[in-house]
């Protein structure tokens, strides 16, 4: 998803919402899981690669530290932010080059993923919080296995 058109969004809101992805991006690298709260409200629904599809935001952190505990490292990197209002709620988008390391029996193994994070933040009394958030893969080198799931990786249409 590429946000066009909409309203004008201002500087503040747009980098609270930047500021949200990046915050994500470390609570995954870091495992810091409790800064998870400040990213995604209580009632946030959700998209990934596998096929899941969750709502609320006990079950995207339950699924995230099931899918990371298998894992060594990760690393996420991002660019290519868009942003636009459509009055209550900004839709954004950022891309993102991740990559995955195994650990224990399966060290030999990675993914490698290009694609994008999309999500829709709402203004809440704690500050920005993301209430819908997918992830989209373009390109996947490797394998899920690192992940302790089936080896096929699934991969999008890519951007546009």
């Given at each position: ?7 004008d969004?201002?500087?503040e809101?747009?980098l609270?919402v930047?500021d ?5 991006a470390?609570?995954l690298?870091y495992?810091?899981w ?9 009632d946030?629904?959700?998209a ?25 490292p990760?690393?996420?990197?991002m ?11 900004i839709?954004?988008s950022v891309?993102?080059r ?8 399966r060290a030999d193994?990675f993914?490698e ?10 203004p ?10 997918s ?9 899920y296995?690192v992940?302790?799931l ?11």
């Amino acid at each position: 998803m590429i946000p066009t058109g909409g309203s004008d969004l201002g500087i503040e809101a747009r980098l609270a919402v930047y500021d949200l992805f990046v915050l994500y991006a470390d609570a995954l690298d870091y495992r810091r899981w409790e800064l998870l709260e400040e990213v995604f409200s209580a009632d946030v629904t959700s998209a990934w690669p596998m096929g899941e599809v969750l709502e609320g935001r006990e079950q995207m952190v339950e699924l995230i530290q099931r899918h990371f505990a298998e894992i060594g490292p990760t690393h996420h990197l991002m660019g290519n932010f868009s942003a636009r209002s459509d009055g209550e709620e900004i839709l954004a988008s950022v891309r993102i080059r991740a990559y995955h390391s195994g650990a224990g029996e399966r060290a030999d193994l990675f993914e490698e993923s290009l694609g994008s994070f999309d999500a829709r933040a709402r203004p809440t009394a704690d500050g920005w919080r993301f209430v819908h958030f997918s992830e989209e893969v373009f390109v996947a080198l490797g394998s899920y296995e690192v992940f302790g799931l089936p080896g096929e990786l699934r991969t999008g249409a890519g951007p546009g």
